[in-house]
């Protein structure tokens, strides 16, 4: 059996009805684009360690499609985890006798670095969005005060917010795919992971600001553009960026809103296991570990507190 037929009758046969869309899409790609180039007119018992291995290291040093430059070392991994299924799969249906891939050492991955916006940054914000009473700005306020990502957001509807008891309930999320035509569309699915669907909690100021956003909305999705529509990913992100020039701040990603939020909520002496519930996290040492940094200021006030007792 060639490496090509193995890979194929997994992902058509098994994977496709196990994982969501969108990984389906991924592990599709990087098999077509990366994996059967190199791998896969070679029979799968001639593929040993060695060969895996040698193949991810030319991957991770020149493998970037775009350029010829270093891939990252996410997708090196993924590329691991992708042959590393298929091989076992090929193992339990006694297609071969063993996984080449057990064992090999995943590459190490940085840290990604987390950019939020500071107090002053986000005071200049919301004067602006306060000044403009632009209705498509509610999502930004939302995002800042909940930690939303932008595909939850886009995916939240009026039947998702209880304004009596003021919570949003998270249950699906909005992406971008390519289409069998190579056109992006629009994807509306459940959250990647089982702790991202959740309750949240609403400040009070955000509470009245919904109750008066939907008075004035033409459709069911919270965040709709002029035509009653739901909005397009790109297209709020370009909103979201044109706000940050308005406003006279940095040019943050929208995703900086999401780490705001997280910023704000430590600072405010938030804990740990309460904010990793918030945003989604599958646990709170996610949550420490990517913005133990934000935590240092509030760390050295607690301290300061201690000889106080005295």
Not at 56 to 67: E, F, H, P
Request: hydrophobic share 35%; charged share 30%; glycine share 6%.
């Amino acid at each position: 059996m060639k490496t090509r037929e193995l890979l194929t009758e997994w992902l058509e046969d098994y994977e496709k009805e196990r994982v969501k869309a969108r990984t389906y899409s991924r592990y599709e790609g990087l098999i077509t684009l990366h994996i059967l180039p190199e791998l896969g007119d070679i029979e799968v018992g001639l593929l040993g360690k060695r060969e895996i291995q040698d193949f991810l290291t030319r991957k991770r040093r020149g493998g970037n499609i775009r350029n010829g430059e270093q891939l990252s070392a996410t997708s090196t991994n993924l590329m691991l985890t992708v042959l590393n299924l298929a091989f076992e799969y090929g193992c339990d249906m006694e297609l071969i006798d063993r996984n080449p891939c057990e064992r090999l050492r995943r590459v190490p991955e940085d840290a990604k670095k987390v950019e939020a916006f500071t107090k002053e940054e986000q005071r200049k914000l919301e004067r602006v969005i306060a000044a403009e009473e632009d209705p498509r700005h509610v999502g930004i306020l939302l995002c800042l005060y909940t930690g939303l990502r932008i595909g939850e957001l886009l995916g939240l509807t009026w039947e998702d917010v209880d304004l009596v008891r003021g919570i949003i309930h998270i249950d699906k999320t909005v992406y971008r795919e390519r289409d069998e035509s190579g056109q992006w569309k629009m994807c509306v699915d459940t959250p990647k992971t089982r702790s991202s669907t959740r309750v949240i909690p609403l400040p009070t100021y955000i509470t009245k600001m919904l109750k008066s956003a939907k008075t004035g909305a033409k459709s069911a999705y919270v965040v709709e553009n002029k035509k009653g529509e739901r909005m397009a990913i790109r297209s709020y992100q370009y909103i979201f960026e044109k706000l940050t020039e308005r406003a006279g701040i940095r040019r943050l990603n929208f995703h900086a809103l999401r780490h705001t939020f997280a910023t704000r909520a430590l600072e405010c002496g938030m804990d740990i296991k309460t904010l990793s519930e918030i945003m989604g996290h599958q646990n709170a040492s996610i949550t420490l570990n990517r913005y133990a940094h934000s935590m240092m200021e509030t760390k050295i006030k607690m301290m300061q507190k201690l000889p106080k007792i005295f």
